[in-house]
């Protein structure tokens, strides 16, 4: 998706949310999919949610630091039928161990976390991790 033009991101992107919907692994397939985004060091303040691209912009603009990789996560599972009853929440950690920023997303029960450029699901964080800030996210219509 990520190499097409805005429009064909766009409708690759819907294409994709739809294949969620029955897929045996939803969230695997999520964070597989965002493992071919194009990086960059910063896109996106994390501690300003003003500044936020929304999903439609995110996907135009096409960049994605670590902090935009969970956003774009986020944003497509909340834009399925499948998910439309879970809790989103976005929590800035400090691991106080290692001196990293580490970006963790729950979708209900289940913990998604990105650090040094990996992202995977995690079952328990770190007694050393310390949230700094955490944002309800609310369904994107």
Known sequence: MFEKNADQ????????????ETSNEPIQEAID??????LVSIHT???DNSVWPT?????????YCGFCIVL???????LTDRFSG???EIHIIIDSKNSATIYLLTVGDKM????????????HIPSYYQTKKKYNMRKTQ
Do not use: M
Not at 9 to 19: G, N, P, Q, T
Not at 55 to 63: A, F, G, H, I, K
Not at 72 to 78: I, R
């Open 9 to 20: 991101r766009l409708v690759a992107w819907s294409e994709f949310r739809k294949k969620l």
């Open 33 to 38: 999919f965002y493992s071919n985004a194009p």
């Open 55 to 63: 999903p439609w912009e995110l996907v135009q603009e096409n960049q």
């Open 86 to 88: 879970s809790n989103f």
């Open 72 to 78: 774009g996560l986020c944003y497509s599972l909340q």
């Open 112 to 123: 998604i976390e990105h650090s040094n450029g990996e992202t995977k699901c995690v079952t």
């Open 45 to 47: 303040d994390p501690w």
